[in-house]
Nanobody
Framework: VQLQASGGGLVQAGGSLRLSCAAS????????MGWFRQAPGKEREFVAA????????YYADSGKGRFTISRSNAVNTVYLQMNSLKPEDTAVYYC????????????????WGQGTQVTVSS
């Protein structure tokens, strides 16, 4: 499956962004979808994941209460709504697809998008 992430940008602390990730090539609803991020000099880290049908959602502690993951299998897209952004949220955000059950480990995901830069200024 091919993944194309978009929606990143520069925002002030406290602001919001919505990331999108459009999928193509295979049956989107067969994949658990995840968002990860990587800041300069740091490991790629889990942000959120959503089950095949969208009924189950998982979040890293860093985003709980601020980030919301959702998906539309009708348009083959997964979203990450990010509110109350902080400078420490600055990173390249990647979407990923996994053809199995939920995981928060990047190494478990099979397909990756190209990443979209999110920069939060203080």
């Amino acid at each position: 499956v091919q993944l194309q992430a978009s929606g990143g940008g520069l925002v002030q602390a406290g602001g919001s962004l919505r990331l999108s990730c459009a999928a193509s090539g295979r049956t989107f609803s067969n994949y658990v979808m995840g968002w990860f991020r990587q800041a300069p000099g740091k490991e790629r880290e889990f942000v959120a994941a959503i089950s095949y049908g969208g009924g189950l959602r998982y979040y890293a502690d860093s985003g709980k209460g601020r980030f919301t993951i959702s998906r539309s299998n009708a348009v083959n897209t997964v979203y990450l709504q990010m509110n109350s952004l902080k400078p420490e949220d600055t990173a390249v955000y990647y979407c990923a697809a996994r053809g199995s059950r939920y995981s928060d480990s990047a190494s478990d995901y099979d397909y990756w998008g190209q990443g979209t830069q999110v920069t939060v200024s203080s």
